[in-house]
């Protein structure tokens, strides 16, 4: 049995450390840690029968290991605090939480690692500037003729020969000249029979006088011996301008047409 060099106590056989005075014995190796696996054993008392630390048995009443040398009365060794859970590693390219560098989904505005605000939301686009409103495109002016509509055949007709004026019945929009002819049914609205139409060689039917807007026309109903406006042949079926002051002539007639 060895013999503790410090105060001389009496050490069982195999014994590191003074079980009286925890001094270290020479020559005596320690013995091997209990396995990995094995639980901690629970914290001896002032009885205990195992060391807290190393798990070697002791004899009652003994204040220190033989063993390790620790105290027999102590607790055992608190273990270390778990490390923190390691952050997932960032996505390239993508946010991360400028504390814990946790990755972060678009648009969050806290870290779900550690709680960090992240900042406040954008605030949303403004809205394009309202510019004047144009106005509405005005409509295009209608164009208004020069003179108003004819409602009927203004003006006369006047005898060169015997400067007689043979007036247009009021309200007319046409006005057919020629010479009557109560058999076959004519009765033109101008009848130069008395004015030398006989002789000079005027259809019954030989013209007609109508007006289209603010113009009076002539037309030739394809007499016998013609119609011409200042000795210009009036073509059958085709409506020639009538101005004041004109030389009309039919057949051999002639006559100047004042508009009033």
């Known amino acids: 049995m060895a013999v503790c060099p410090n105060c001389n106590a009496q050490q069982p056989d195999g014994a590191v450390f003074c079980d009286e005075c925890g001094a270290k014995l020479g020559g005596a190796a320690p013995a091997p840690p209990p396995p990995a696996a094995a639980p901690a054993p629970p914290a001896p008392t002032a009885v205990a029968t195992t060391c807290s630390v190393c798990g070697v048995s002791v004899s009652a009443g003994e ?15 608190a273990a270390p605090p778990p490390a923190p859970a390691a952050a997932p590693a960032p996505q390239a390219g993508g946010p991360t939480c400028p504390t814990c560098g946790a990755p972060l989904e678009p648009g969050s505005n806290f870290c779900d690692m550690c709680g960090t605000t992240l900042g406040a939301a954008p605030p949303p686009p403004a809205p394009p ?45 046409e006005i057919f000249v020629g010479r009557e002819d109560p058999v ?20 019954r039917k030989h013209a007609r006088v109508f007006v289209q807007g603010n113009q009076v026309y002539i037309e030739d ?10 000795q210009q042949k009036v073509l059958p079926g085709q409506p020639h301008p009538l101005n004041d002051g004109d030389e009309v002539r039919f057949g051999r007639v002639k006559l100047t047409y004042y508009s009033s």
Do not use: M
Request: with cysteine.
């Open 63 to 77: 204040a220190f290991c033989g063993n390790c040398g620790a105290a027999l009365g102590q607790a055992a060794p």
């Open 184 to 203: 076959s049914g004519v009765f033109p609205e101008v009848d130069l029979t008395d004015h030398g139409g006989d002789e000079g060689g005027v259809s």
């Open 129 to 173: 500037a309202s510019g004047p409103v144009p106005a509405p495109a005005a409509a295009p002016a209608v164009q208004q003729p020069p003179y108003p509509a004819l409602a009927a055949v203004p003006g006369r007709l006047v005898v060169q020969a015997t400067n007689v004026a043979l007036p247009f019945p009021p309200g007319k929009t």
């Open 221 to 230: 109903l394809n007499s016998t011996n013609y119609t011409y406006v200042n």
